[in-house]
């Protein structure tokens, strides 16, 4: 999820831009949903910029972790400040403009690499597939966004599939159940998505992870988070919902398996 505050700016450039989507707001969707933990993300609308995600997780406590954006000038005493806040990770948005591009993969890869921190990765389908084989030598764990984007592109959607189940078969890779409308566009019920997450959870289901994406900045109508919730119960055995929900993100976010 992502947390917008009206009082701060914007990155410049042609960023997406979002009212104010606050803690408080995303607390009454977690007591709505019945969640209790959240990632907080930082947008790339604010660049580099943490003071919204450094204050979100302060406010949300021990309950949150994040994930920031950085460059390789960023400096150890940054790093370490990000990670006493709760950040586990790095974003890389190679869709929308934003102050990284994949030319920085590896120098930031090697700057996370002591923190034990992962590189969150959201790619157009043939960014995907090109950079495939540097993520696999990255010396840190990745986590692919948005269904990777599996239909964004839908003569790309086999290609995709199988860069995906390459990435994951490496055991160095996750992928994030969110934004279905993004990894699927133009589509209410999402159904050609549950074969594509149906094998993903025969083979690899203790790498997939579940996301809100809330305020859903791509979409001007806002979709209903129960309903994209409710895709799950869908598309899971009922004994996968504990391992997707709980078990998986308390691994690779560092949440205690019970508190």
Request: proline residues 7%; contains cysteine; aromatic residues 6%.
């Amino acid at each position: 999820m992502h947390l917008f505050d009206p009082a701060l700016p914007f990155a410049p450039g042609p960023v997406l831009r979002h009212a104010e989507a606050s803690v408080a707001q995303y607390r009454r969707l977690q007591h709505r949903l019945r969640t209790e933990r959240c990632v907080l993300v930082q947008p790339s609308s604010y660049g580099r910029d943490h003071r919204v995600l450094l204050a979100g997780l302060q406010h949300l406590g021990n309950r949150a972790r994040g994930i920031a954006v950085i460059d390789p000038s960023a400096s150890a005493q940054e790093l370490e400040e990000l990670q006493a806040h709760g950040v586990v990770g790095v974003r890389f948005n190679l869709v929308q403009a934003g102050a990284t591009h994949e030319g920085m993969l590896e120098q930031v890869a090697r700057l996370i690499q002591p923190f034990g921190w992962h590189v969150q990765l959201h790619a157009h389908p043939a960014d995907l597939a090109a950079l495939a084989d540097r993520l696999l030598a990255l010396p840190v764990p990745v986590v692919l966004d948005h269904f990777a984007r599996i239909h964004c592109e839908q003569a790309m959607s086999r290609q995709v599939a199988g860069t995906v189940s390459r990435l994951l078969a490496s055991g160095k890779a996750s992928l994030k159940l969110s934004a279905p409308y993004i990894a699927n566009p133009g589509s209410q019920a999402h159904d050609e998505l549950e074969g594509f997450v149906r094998g993903l959870v025969s083979e690899f289901p203790e790498q997939l992870v579940w996301g809100t994406d809330w305020p859903h900045v791509t979409e001007p109508a806002k979709p209903d988070d129960a309903a994209l919730m409710n895709l799950l119960a869908r598309w899971l055995p009922a004994g996968e919902l504990h391992r997707v929900l709980v078990e998986n993100p308390a691994r690779l976010y560092r949440f205690p398996f019970s508190d």
